[in-house]
Each structure stands twice: as C-alpha cells, then as structure tokens.
C-alpha cells in the first residue's frame, strides 16, 4: 500500500457526459487487475456512486471490489490528510460546475488531483462546456506547478458514434490545447450498466471494447 496515493478524477463541469459510469469503469478496473485499495469518494450531487453501492450490496454476499465514500467538496482535503495512506488509487466524483467562478470548493476538487480523465461528447453544447473546462485545469496546473506539485490531463472523446461531430470535437479540443487520447468509448449498451464488483475487462465483450482504452489510461497517467 503506497503511501502517497495517486488522486485521480474522471471529471468535466457539464453532466450527463458519463464522468461517474467511466470513475467506475476504470477504478474496478484497475482493483480487480492490480490487487490495490482503490477508493471511490462521491462528491456529486446526485450520488449516484453512492447509489449503486447501497444497490449492490443487498445483492452480493461478499465486499465490493472498491470502497465508496460520499463527501461534499469542503470535506475532501480533510479526508485526504487523515486517510489518504490507506489507499493506492483514489478517485475523485467531482460535480458539474453551474458556474465556475462561483464554485470555488467543487473548483478546488481538481487541485487535491494528480491526474484528470475528461470526457467529451461530441455535441456543440459539450464541446463549449469543455472549452471552459479546459481553461479550469489550465489555471490549476500553472497553480500546482508553482508549488512544485504536477498535474497531468487528457480528453477523451466519449460514446463515440458514427457521426462527423465527434470528429470535429476531437480536432477542435486539440486545437485549444487539451492532449487527446488515441482511443475513445464507443456509444453501447455494455457502458451503460457499471458493477461496484465485477471489472467490465472480466467479459469478451468488455475486454475487447474496453481493454485498449484501458491499458491507454494507464500508460498515460503512469499507473503502476
């Protein structure tokens, strides 16, 4: 178990683009592949996360492949200080932003992060949203590296389609400086339905539509 756990989010300030079903994705992911304490903390409104694990427990006669824990924002950089040691991955929920400038405690989520995840769909109004987004974790990495702290992010474009839009959102995100990652999330149903306890790489079909995207994740981020 590390001592300097690796704080990570899956986070765009527009919802509905499938930050929490992805959070999961890749923290069961990696828990079941690596045999690591891997932490969910749910900061979103909805709680979704929190959801699924009250759901799924009264399902399954054994623990969930990950703990979760819902905090809200002003709570986060204090649990980090006090339990942070006792996990390997952490993953931050981080809420949608209704106004950037006025959320500052939901802002300062990104700062207790070494790696960000965002995903774009490809739409105007979501490609605009993470235009604003962009400019967010720019400023936070400017911060951070004055501090001598890093923070690395990409874009990814997810529920890929057949559609031109999502082309165009690529190049128009590359275009504003966000590094893009070579492999996507197609736009399927085996997305949709995340487990708190089976890791999706544990199906064919999950293996072969997830796995490269995965194993991207990893490589990028550095996750050992």
């Given at each position: 178990?590390?001592?300097?756990?690796?704080?990570?989010?899956?986070?765009?300030?527009?919802?509905?683009?499938?930050?929490?079903?992805?959070?999961?994705?890749?923290?069961?992911?990696?828990?079941?592949?690596?045999?690591?304490?891997?932490?969910?903390?749910?900061?979103?409104?909805?709680?979704?996360?929190?959801?699924?694990?009250?759901?799924?427990?009264?399902?399954?006669?054994?623990?969930?492949?990950?703990?979760?824990?819902?905090?809200?924002?002003?709570?986060?950089?204090?649990?980090?200080?006090?339990?942070?040691?006792?996990?390997?991955?952490?993953?931050?929920?981080?809420?949608?932003?209704?106004?950037?400038?006025?959320?500052?405690?939901?802002?300062?989520?990104?700062?207790?992060?070494?790696?960000?995840?965002?995903?774009?769909?490809?739409?105007?109004?979501?490609?605009?949203s993470s235009y604003d987004f962009l400019e967010i974790l720019k400023e936070a990495k400017t911060d951070k590296s004055e501090m001598d702290l890093?923070?690395?992010?990409?874009?990814?474009?997810?529920?890929?389609?057949?559609?031109?839009?999502?082309?165009?959102?690529?190049?128009?995100?590359?275009?504003?400086?966000?590094?893009?990652?070579?492999?996507?999330?197609?736009?399927?149903?085996?997305?949709?339905?995340?487990?708190?306890?089976?890791?999706?790489?544990?199906?064919?079909?999950?293996?072969?539509?997830?796995?490269?995207?995965?194993?991207?994740?990893?490589?990028?981020?550095?996750?050992?």
């Amino acid at each position: 178990m590390s001592k300097n756990p690796r704080v990570l989010s899956v986070a765009n300030s527009k919802g509905g683009v499938g930050k929490s079903v992805v959070t999961i994705l890749l923290a069961v992911a990696l828990a079941k592949e690596k045999n690591k304490r891997v932490l969910i903390i749910d900061c979103d409104n909805q709680g979704s996360i929190m959801d699924l694990y009250e759901t799924e427990k009264d399902r399954w006669q054994e623990e969930p492949a990950i703990e979760v824990e819902e905090l809200t924002p002003r709570r986060v950089q204090s649990f980090l200080k006090r339990f942070g040691e006792d996990y390997d991955y952490i993953f931050i929920d981080v809420p949608r932003m209704t106004d950037a400038k006025k959320d500052n405690a939901t802002v300062m989520l990104l700062y207790n992060c070494d790696a960000i995840l965002v995903p774009i769909v490809g739409n105007q109004v979501d490609v605009l949203s993470s235009y604003d987004f962009l400019e967010i974790l720019k400023e936070a990495k400017t911060d951070k590296s004055e501090m001598d702290l890093s923070l690395d992010y990409y874009g990814f474009i997810n529920r890929r389609n057949q559609r031109k839009s999502n082309e165009e959102a690529e190049q128009s995100m590359k275009a504003k400086g966000m590094k893009m990652f070579k492999h996507s999330l197609p736009d399927l149903k085996i997305f949709t339905n995340p487990s708190l306890y089976a890791s999706i790489l544990e199906s064919a079909e999950g293996k072969r539509r997830f796995e490269d995207f995965y194993k991207e994740f990893k490589r990028k981020f550095k996750l050992k």
